[in-house]
């Protein structure tokens, strides 16, 4: 079982940027796959990004492309979303994910989820 802890969402202006921290429980954090998921409401959750075990693999939704950096400190057991040029459509809960590869984490398999953080993007 990983515990997953979401910090850093907020409220931010249109253009603004914001970064997320997800912090887990496990030692063998630095195994897992990670990924970053959101769900606006009314809406379903969706792909962000994913990034391999030892960092060498990043993944990206296109529609933040170019705006969002996914990265990880495996000595802190942490992974980061880094989110620039912020957009009012990016507005939603930010859900951290831990699976065995980045596949499985894209196709939600077997993944384990934080609480979430709220995101929210004013125009």
């Known amino acids: 079982q990983v515990q997953l802890v979401e910090s850093g969402g907020g409220l931010v202006q249109a253009g603004g940027s914001l970064r997320l921290s997800c912090a887990a429980s496990?030692?063998?954090?630095?195994?897992?796959?990670m990924g970053w998921f959101r769900q606006a409401p009314g809406k379903e959750r969706e792909f962000v990004t994913t990034?391999?075990?030892?960092?060498?693999?990043?993944h990206y939704a296109d529609s933040v492309k170019g705006r969002f950096t996914i990265s990880r400190d495996n000595a802190k057991n942490t992974v980061y979303l880094q989110m620039n040029s912020l957009k009012p459509e990016d507005t939603a809960v930010y859900y951290c994910?831990?699976?065995?590869?980045?596949?499985?984490?894209?196709?939600?398999?077997?993944?384990?989820w934080g609480q979430g953080t709220q995101v929210t993007v004013s125009s």
């Open positions: 990034i391999s075990w030892s960092g060498g693999t990043t």
């Open positions: 994910a831990a699976g065995i590869t980045t596949a499985q984490v894209m196709e939600k398999v077997q993944n384990y």
């Open positions: 496990k030692r063998t954090f630095s195994t897992y796959a």
